[in-house]
């Protein structure tokens, strides 16, 4: 059971943090090749099926808990709600993630998602 219960909040809160790194569902050799326009206009689409998935998560994932909250497991008869919380929990994190990713897009620009790797002078 408890096994059970790390893995479902490891999997949402996992989703969360890639969706804050950008490396969650990310066509990086796709976005690498497109013209500026092009690339600030993909990303800006992508951004809002995000957000309209993490608003999917957050409001079904909440009807969802509430449901659950009237079913229990057995044999320690917790309500599964307490499992299922963590669905409109990770929708919250994504969606704020998103529109943090997006406001600093559209002011500093949309720059690569891959990290940086510091140049090594050989002599």
């Known amino acids: 059971q408890v096994t059970t219960d790390c893995f479902a909040y490891g999997v949402f809160i996992g989703m969360a943090l890639a969706a804050r790194r950008n490396e969650h569902m990310y066509l990086t050799e796709i976005v690498g090749t497109l013209s500026p326009e092009t690339r600030r206009l993909f990303e800006i689409f992508s951004r809002v099926v995000v957000f309209i998935v993490a608003m999917f998560m957050i409001i079904f994932g909440w009807q969802n808990f509430l449901n659950d909250m009237g079913s229990y497991r057995m044999p320690s008869l917790i309500p599964l709600g307490y ?24 002011k500093n620009g949309f720059g690569s998602s891959e990290p940086l790797v510091a140049e090594t002078h050989h002599e």
Not at 90 to 106: H, K, M, P, T
């Open 83 to 106: 499992y299922t919380i963590i669905v409109p929990i990770a929708g919250v994190f994504i969606a704020v993630f998103d529109v943090e990713q997006l406001v600093n897009g559209l």
